[in-house]
């Protein structure tokens, strides 16, 4: 089955560092990639939604400055969140499409970050 | 704008009891539904989906889903709980543009002795 590879999987920095985070398909061409977060106990959150090869469509009071997004292939996605602070601390979780008519979404595995 | 709903967000079964986790959806199109479970600190699973074939849709694990339009409903059942069940479930929608998907709020599953 479509396997997504999310890394790291767990990350503590520094406030005013930037963190990168990595969504690989493994077995499949993602042509579209979807950026999640998620609140303690909450539900996911929309953060942006990214087509390789184009810039990512970001949901409305997500900072595009602060949540910087590539999807520069069909295979990998990335997640930068830059000059982090700790109420950027959450578990953000990504997912991939190959748009194909079993409406298939594979997510991956999750990315807790930690910011002190 | 589509909306789930998700009945419940704390549901307490006991092993070997009936699971029912509620789901309904507002589109008005026909729409495209799926429920995830997440286990802490993972992402999600797809145990079904319903992509307008069968109303009834079975997935892994036993559980299964009844679409039924006439009351904008999702609603996930297993016919008998096992303690590895706890964890959270969602359902979601998908009619939107740009393949997104609408997640409900999620309900919590405990499953006791």
């Known amino acids: 089955g479509a396997v997504v590879s999310q890394h790291p999987s767990r990350v503590i920095c520094k406030s005013g560092t930037s963190v990168k985070i990595e969504c690989r398909s493994l077995d499949f061409q993602a042509t579209t990639m979807f950026w999640y977060r998620q609140f303690p106990k909450k539900s996911l959150m929309l953060m942006a939604t990214s087509n390789e090869g184009s810039k990512a469509t970001y949901e409305q009071g997500v900072e595009k400055d602060k949540f910087l997004i590539n999807h520069a292939s069909l295979t990998l996605s990335t997640l930068t969140v830059t000059s982090a602070h700790p109420e950027d601390s959450s578990f953000y979780i990504c997912?991939?499409?190959?748009?194909?008519?079993?409406?298939?979404?594979?997510f991956g595995s999750g990315t807790r970050l930690t910011v002190v | 704008a589509q909306s789930v709903t998700q009945l419940g967000s704390h549901v307490s079964v006991s092993e070997g009891a009936l699971v029912l986790l509620r789901c309904n959806y507002s589109s008005s199109v026909p729409p495209y539904l799926f429920w995830y479970v997440q286990y802490p600190n993972q992402g999600l699973q797809l145990l079904l989906k319903y992509t307008s074939a069968a109303t009834l849709v079975k997935g892994i694990n036993d559980f299964e889903a009844e679409f039924k339009k006439s009351e904008t409903s999702f609603h996930l059942t297993k016919p008998s709980a096992h303690m590895s069940d706890a964890a959270e479930y969602f359902c979601?929608?998908?009619?939107?543009?740009?393949?997104?998907?609408?997640f409900g709020t999620g309900t919590r599953l405990q499953v006791t002795l």
């Open positions: 979601a929608d998908h009619t939107g543009t740009a393949s997104k998907l609408t």
């Open positions: 997912s991939a499409t190959d748009g194909g008519l079993d409406y298939g979404y594979t």
